[in-house]
């Protein structure tokens, strides 16, 4: 029986950092911008919608209705005789181009799109299109280490679990960055780094309690 | 004639200030003595060191600030402190950003116990970090994820015997 106190305990290694100068400079913010504490529910005010963000919002709303309303003056007016139609612009101006895919159909999690992209460039949608949920997981690639290798230790991570052996745990030429967990059905953008580094993908299918496999997908590699 | 009766004793104004430097005093040895134990539980939770710097300099900047409208700061951090990684969390679930900040090695703690905690849902995993790592009560459990005694202890059973399971399988 696994005592679960004795395995909290060992959370006491993780080295916490000093937040000293973090949490100075946050409380005199605080205390110079007037109203910023004026919800008395702790965390309401970060968690929720800020006073700035509503009021970019309105502002964007009142900008989309002037907008609105000079488009529709134009249409009416006279000149619209003389000029040409303007074409159907379907990019949108917030959403960055879609650099690829991540695929997870149950028996293979595939990187759909380029394997090479610029920084500051795009963003990546996770597609789970199985009926329960999946984990993927992100790490990158520390240097000199290839995707061909996470490729062998996935699959040998995915036998071992079939064949009821230990699991090899995470690779150790890889860090691990965070797990996005994906409705069944669904998919999600996620807006890659700038940095610049090769990134993997592990593509796991979740049962009720426990992992029901594992999947290997990239490499994206993000250039300068 | 009215007879007003005064206690002697310091104007009403630096009664204030002596509270509210008593308050800042305790939130400052609160930060000292168990600040670190904060921030590894959030770390925990989110699975993020960003996620949790960011919501333990938030509580106790907001706890600080507040002086002395907070009267238990202890509780009280513990409950910002969640919420608001809670609600980060939820904020990157619609926009997942994968920056250089969000890495880390984790070399000195127990890798398994901290992936097979992100396997279960936020609300059994909050409830286990806060009754095994920081021993917290269960009614005080409740309080900082705004909910119910009952529902604390359905979700302390449930995600007991379900890490547990993870954690087997994944040692045999």
């Known amino acids: ?224 | 004639m009215d007879v007003t009766f005064r206690r002697p004793g310091l104007p009403l104004h630096l009664v204030k200030a002596a509270v509210a430097d008593a308050n800042r005093s305790a939130i400052e040895a609160l930060y000292r003595t168990h600040g670190d134990r904060v921030w590894r539980a959030a770390w925990a939770f989110a699975h993020d060191p960003d996620v949790a710097s960011d919501a333990v300099a938030e509580a106790f900047a907001q706890a600080l600030a507040r002086g002395d409208a907070i009267t238990s700061p202890a509780a009280w951090i513990w409950r910002a402190v969640f919420r608001i990684a809670g609600g980060m969390l939820q904020e990157r679930r619609s926009l997942v950003r994968l920056s250089h900040g969000g890495s880390y090695e984790m070399t000195e703690v127990d890798h398994e116990l901290v992936w097979a905690l992100q396997r279960l849902p936020p609300h059994q995993r909050a409830t286990l970090i806060l009754f095994y790592y920081a021993d917290r009560p269960i009614n005080e459990i409740a309080d900082i994820l705004q909910s119910s005694s009952i529902a604390v202890r359905v979700n302390l059973s449930r995600g007991r015997k379900r890490l547990r399971l993870i954690l087997e399988n994944r040692g045999d």
């Open chain 1, 1 to 224: 029986m696994i005592d679960l106190k004795d395995r909290f305990t060992e959370l006491d290694r993780m080295p916490a950092p000093d937040l000293d100068r973090l949490i100075t400079a946050r409380a005199r913010q605080l205390a110079k911008v007037p109203g910023a504490l004026g919800s008395e529910d702790p965390g309401a005010r970060r968690a929720g919608t800020r006073p700035v963000e509503l009021l970019a919002t309105v502002a964007i709303l009142a900008l989309a209705v002037g907008v609105a309303a000079l488009m529709q003056w134009r249409l009416m007016s006279p000149s619209r005789q003389v000029r040409p139609s303007p074409s159907p612009t379907p990019t949108s101006l917030v959403q960055a181009p879609s650099a690829g895919t991540v695929v997870f159909s149950g028996s293979a999690c595939t990187y759909k799109g380029p394997p090479r992209i610029w920084v500051d460039h795009v963003s990546v949608a996770l597609s789970n299109q199985t009926a329960r949920d999946a984990h993927f997981d992100f790490f990158r690639l520390n240097q000199g280490h290839s995707y061909l290798e996470f490729a062998a230790h996935i699959r040998e991570e995915q036998q071992r679990s079939q064949a009821g052996q230990s699991s090899l745990g995470y690779p150790d030429f890889a860090t691990f960055l965070f797990t996005d967990v994906i409705k069944p059905q669904e998919t999600q953008s996620l807006y890659l780094p700038t940095d610049v580094a090769t990134y993997v993908i592990a593509c796991i299918p979740w049962n009720d309690s426990q992992p029901a496999g594992i999947f290997a997908a990239g490499p994206v590699t993000v250039s300068p």
